[in-house]
């Protein structure tokens, strides 16, 4: 009884059978597991940490979905992140969401990285053009990171929508 848990964001690690009952239990509504990458090499490199760890993740994530059964609940969304090495394994994440049962995927991108591991306008444009056909986007928040964000939106052709609590600075 009591209040719903809305939300747990993990790096899926700690997921395990009696944490998982715990949020069955408290009527959890989603799990983000933070996966950041599609594939055990890049997972390696970039967490640092053993192939096990990758495989430990994803069985977590499968339980999660066979465990929660007809009720659908908690959700799952798997979150990945995209920068320079990355954008172009999209298509990876997404198979990588469908096979674990994924109700959800985001894409995050990598704020205040070195400028030689931020993606340039050319390559936003290349990403935006092979995954972005169709969709709209909207930026929530216009700091320095929603302003260039918003920037490259606009120069790439997707119609943008920002949210901002300060409208005048919009």
């Known amino acids: ?4 848990l809305a939300g747990v964001t993990t790096n899926g690690v700690g997921l395990t059978g009696p944490v998982r009952a715990i949020l069955r239990e408290a009527r959890c509504g989603q799990v983000i597991i933070s ?3 599609a594939d055990e090499p890049e997972y390696i490199e970039m967490m640092k940490v053993g192939p096990r760890v990758f495989h430990r993740v994803l069985d977590h994530a499968r339980a999660l979905v066979e465990e929660r059964g007809r009720k659908r609940s908690p959700k799952l969304i798997l979150q990945f992140l995209v920068y320079k090495k990355n954008f172009r394994t999209i298509p990876a994440m997404y198979a ?17 990285l070195p400028p030689e591991q931020q993606m340039t306008r050319e390559e936003t444009r290349e990403m935006l053009a092979r995954e972005g056909k169709g969709v709209s986007a909207i930026v929530v928040g216009y700091g320095p990171v929603g302003r260039r964000v918003a920037g490259m939106l606009k120069e790439a052709g997707p119609p943008t929508v920002i949210i901002d ?3 005048d600075t919009i």
């Not at 009884?1 to 719903?4: A, D, E, H, L, Q």
């Not at 990588?96 to 205040?112: E, H, P, S, T, V």
């Open 35 to 37: 996966l950041n990458c």
């Open 165 to 167: 609590l300060h409208v």
């Open 96 to 112: 990588r969401a469908r096979d674990l049962k994924a109700d959800g995927i985001m894409f995050n991108g990598l704020a205040y």
């Open 1 to 4: 009884t009591g209040i719903p």
